[in-house]
């Protein structure tokens, strides 16, 4: 396993304790968990960078790097409906997107790495989850954190149609 794989899969190592993080009520736990869960996200742009700069992509790595990007969103919008700071139709987009995705997957002889709406969705994804798991006390955030997580819905969808009919509006 290279570096890049190996960082890819050290963002799961943060997720227990984001989901751990969340559940607790002090503002310095809420914190923690924010802060692991924006190192996880930046960890995901480390990992691509390195693979491309050391020539080191692989088929495993562009299978693992979209799996735990599931599971680095999935996982905290799980925990963010259970505490009701997201809806739950919102996520059962976004998980009906990546299922029927990694459907689409399951056939294709050639892995590819993901596009610029792929990129797109994953990176709204990830900031409209902080925006919402920000322990801030500032005007309208709460409507911020809404706003956010229905773009990213609206990105996720649209990546989604994207992928399986291929077409002009491609990048």
């Not at 997201?86 to 399951?106: D, K, N, P």
Request: hydrophobic fraction near 55%; glycine fraction near 8%.
């Amino acid at each position: 396993m290279n570096l890049p794989n190996s960082i890819t899969l050290s963002r799961l190592l943060g997720l227990p304790v984001v989901v751990y993080c969340l559940y607790d009520d002090r503002l310095t736990i809420r914190w923690i968990g924010f802060g692991i869960f924006i190192v996880a996200a930046l960890t995901d742009w480390l990992d691509g960078y390195l693979a491309r700069k050391l020539d080191l992509v692989t088929d495993l790595g562009k299978f693992l790097d979209p799996l735990v990007d599931k599971l680095l969103i999935l996982i905290p919008l799980l925990v963010l409906i259970d505490l009701h700071l997201v809806s739950a139709v919102g996520v059962c987009l976004i998980l009906a997107r990546e299922l029927t995705i990694a459907g689409w997957r399951v056939g294709q002889t050639q892995i590819s790495g993901a596009n610029i709406w792929g990129k797109l969705k994953t990176v709204s994804q990830i900031v409209a989850i902080a925006i919402i798991i920000a322990p801030l006390s500032i005007d309208n955030w709460d409507l911020y954190g809404l706003v956010a997580f229905w773009l990213s819905v609206f990105f996720t969808l649209i990546s989604g149609l994207i992928y399986v009919i291929p077409s002009k509006i491609q990048s």
